[in-house]
Structure formats: structure tokens, C-alpha cells
């Protein structure tokens, strides 16, 4: 199969940013300063404007966690995946998920019950979990979304659930995909965890430049947002995680963001956020 690898890791990107978690970017229209009067003849040229870059919050950077939680949350959004159309990679919505929302080993008491995502057209992918006590502690759990022809997903957030959210997106690559990326030369052991990180402000705009971090560590990040050409800025994907808990981690002009910890899981994708605090 012979596909682009451009295009590729477009759809990668695009589909991995909307793991993020939505919010207004805060950004306001900013009046045009007035022109300068044009200098004198062989004077001496302004120095060029210096490259001002995107204004991103940090107002919740080492925040403390809250203290108000609801006593029961629930967690809502649509199921996707990554499918080969043709030649081209498409992200498309996804009917007939397993949606498990889990705690530690989702085992006994840690398994929350599972819900399926829809298949009736105009509602295609869309999944709601029943409503989930927390016990007036923040819910630390995950999703653990299958389906047979695509590879298991987990979905953590950047922080436990303190009040229920809503348009959360299951990302799951089709097979056909994986066998895409392997032709592309970007190998997945199948004893090993893929793990999908987009790094957020605190209104849940990307950043763009971040560096970021698995521990234990897999093969080098990919800068899935430089590879596209900047049309999914904040987006990394890591190949080859060691499978058992891991933490991601992120940094940004000298700011350690809020660092968490998953579940890097054998033949699974994990995807998460990263934010400067809760």
C-alpha cells in the first residue's frame, strides 16, 4: 500500500488533537497600532518587528487540585477511528464501540460498567457512560474502548474527574491503518504500547513547542503538529512505550506542566492530555 506520508500523519494529528479537552482560547481582536511616519531618506531601517508568538494561558499552572467534586460524573462524547478509504486515510466516526470507564485493573469494583456506541445514523460513534460515583473524591479512572477490526484504545484525562464531561472523543486506529503505518516504516512492537499525547493550555488551546515525556520511555517522540505542516500544533505520538504504568510529562518555556500517569498497554493506543495543572 502506498500512501502518502504526509497525508498520513495529517489525519494522525488531527485525529489525536481532538483528544484535547475543548475550551474557548480566550483570544480577542487587538486593534492595529497607528503608522509610523515613513522615516527620512537615508535614514537609518527600523529594526523588523520582532516574531511574536501565540499568547497562551498558564493561569492554572500548579494549581491545587479541587475540593468540590460532584457525587457522581459522567463522561461523554463520540467514538472514532482512523480507516483506509481508497488510498487515502480518513478519520470517521465510529458505531458499535464497547466503552468500559474504569479504575486501576477495571476489575470487580474498579470495572464502572460498559455502555456501546452508537449506530444510528445522525448519532453515529456517540457514547454516554452511566453515571459514576466518585465518593466526593476526583474519579481517577479511564476508558477502554474495543472493537473488533480496530486496535483497543484507552482514554485518560489530563487530571480525575471532578465534574462529568462531555464531547470527549474515542480515537481507535483500524486495522488497515496500522498495517498503513507499518508500511510508512513507523514500526509497532505488539508487545508494547502506543501512547498519543496533545499538550494544552489551561483553556485547552494547543502549545505549540512543548517538549514531552513517557517514563519508561519508547522510541523518540514524533511531532505529529510540525509533520503536518502545523495543522495539529501540541500533538506527539510515541511508539514502543513498555507496557505497565507509565508517566507523561511536558515542559514549555522553563514550566513543568502537570505530569499524570497511565496505562501503556501491549497491542493498545493510549491517548491523553497534557495541562499545566488541573
Known sequence: ?????????????????????????GGSATIDAPKAIDAAVDAIPDSPPADVGPTYDFTCLNNAAPTTIAATV???GSAQ???????????????????????????????LGTTTSSNVAGTLGAYSTAALTTG????????????????RTLVF???PLAQSQSNVPILQFSDGAMLALAGLGITQSAQKGMVGIVVTDCAGMPIEGATVTVTPAGDSPLDLGTL???????????????????????????????????KSVAGATTTTGVRPGY
Not at 466526593?136 to 486496535?151: C, E, I, P, Q, S
Open 157 to 159: 484525562p489530563p487530571s
Open 81 to 111: 477511528h482512523v480507516v483506509i478509504q481508497g488510498m487515502a486515510p480518513a478519520v470517521v466516526a465510529n458505531g458499535g464501540v464497547s466503552v468500559k470507564a474504569c479504575k486501576g485493573d477495571c476489575t470487580g469494583q474498579n470495572d
Open 136 to 151: 466526593g473524591t476526583a474519579l481517577d479512572g479511564y476508558l477502554d474502548a474495543t472493537k473488533t477490526g480496530d486496535r
Open 228 to 262: 503536518a505542516q502545523g495543522m495539529a500544533p501540541g500533538t506527539w505520538l510515541i511508539m514502543n512505550v513498555p507496557a505497565g504504568d507509565a508517566t507523561v510529562a511536558a515542559t514549555y518555556a522553563g514550566m513543568t506542566l502537570r505530569s499524570h500517569m497511565v
Open 74 to 76: 459522567t463522561v461523554s
Open 1 to 25: 500500500m502506498n500512501l502518502p506520508m504526509g497525508n498520513f500523519r495529517t489525519v494522525m494529528s488531527i485525529g489525536l488533537l481532538s483528544v484535547a479537552a475543548c475550551g474557548d482560547d
